[in-house]
């Protein structure tokens, strides 16, 4: 259960980490979020959170978006988060919700001459998506929101107003999950997760410019891929038809972790479940995100002192 949060520059009570309804972020989405996750590992008695850094690193570069001066850096927002989850004591797999947000209780919208405050939050966490066998997905009749609109690269929390649009039209036609296309007709990602297929005994998936996040689980599989399974991995534009004939399918991010795609447009890839590259990539990520490869261990940070 979630007791605390880091609000205001200090750690309170979650009850008391509260934004008023006039507050800029509440009215505007004048804010920038990051998801990070920390995996309990039970024969470390260690919960070990995930490319911490990193994560930070791009808040800090999503805020810069929006033209926010924030007062901790990456490092500092690192290390309370640390003590946040110390202080919580959790021994399970958590969630963890930091936000860069602008504060101020006015009407107008604009970024400047606004004051940027920042918090953080934990929960205990599953699965993003439940079905872990192959997920039905559909391809999204929404587009992505492109970067000379709101920048899809950065967590920008109003950006996810399209996230929203595209995974309940998605879910309430009865799919788990869709994959949404840019303005130019490629494929995107999903709602809120980067895609990779398999063509050929090759990752291929969409490029940077593609209005993507630019993810810290995407880089992470494709170094994985390359260097412990010797898969290759393709960066290209990735045209609708080509999802029909690709012989396996997954989502990666954060909160997804790696998720199988069985079908998409009711239209089953492989044998419709787990393809062989996608359970090897899998596997290998969930022993590296719970510490349990030591040569990755140095993206793993312990929160608890031994």
């Known amino acids: 259960m979630t007791t605390l949060a880091y609000f205001e520059g200090k750690i309170v009570p979650i009850d008391q980490a509260k934004l008023s309804i006039r507050a800029h972020v509440v009215n505007y989405g004048t804010g920038v979020f990051e998801g990070i996750r920390a995996y309990w590992n039970a024969d470390h008695e260690q919960l070990y959170v995930f490319r911490l850094q990193e994560h930070y690193q791009r808040l800090v570069q999503g805020a810069r978006v929006l033209r926010m001066q924030l007062s901790l ?7 309370l988060t640390l003590e946040l989850l110390r202080r919580e004591g959790f021994r399970t797999d958590v969630y963890i919700r930091p936000l860069a947000y602008k504060a ?5 919208v604009r970024l400047h001459n606004l ?10 966490f599953g699965k993003y998506i439940e079905k872990q066998d192959g997920a039905k997905v559909c391809i999204s009749s929404w587009r992505r929101n492109d970067d000379n609109a709101i920048p899809p690269r950065g967590k920008v929390a109003g950006a996810y107003v399209n996230s929203a649009l595209i995974k309940t039209d998605a ?13 130019d007709g490629h494929v995107s990602e999903g709602s809120a997760e980067n895609f990779f297929m398999v063509r050929g005994g090759k990752l291929i998936t969409p490029p940077v410019t593609a209005n993507i996040l630019e993810g810290i689980t995407r880089q992470t599989v494709m170094l994985l891929a390359r260097e412990e399974l010797g898969l290759e991995t393709v960066e290209r534009e990735i045209d609708r038809t080509e999802l029909y004939m690709a012989d396996e ?9 790696i998720t199988p795609i069985g079908s998409i447009d009711h239209l089953p890839l492989g044998g419709g479940g787990v393809g062989p590259i996608t359970r090897r990539v899998r596997d290998l990520y969930f022993g590296v995100v719970c510490g349990d490869v030591e040569k990755y261990r140095h993206w793993c940070a312990p929160v608890y002192r031994q």
């Open 104 to 108: 101020n209780e006015i009407i107008g």
């Open 73 to 79: 850096d990456a490092a500092q927002m690192s290390d």
């Open 115 to 124: 004051r940027d405050e920042f918090c953080v939050w934990c929960v205990p």
């Open 171 to 183: 879910q309430l036609n009865g799919f788990d999950e869709a994959i949404v296309l840019n303005a």
């Open 249 to 257: 399918a997954f989502f990666c991010g954060t909160g997804v972790e």
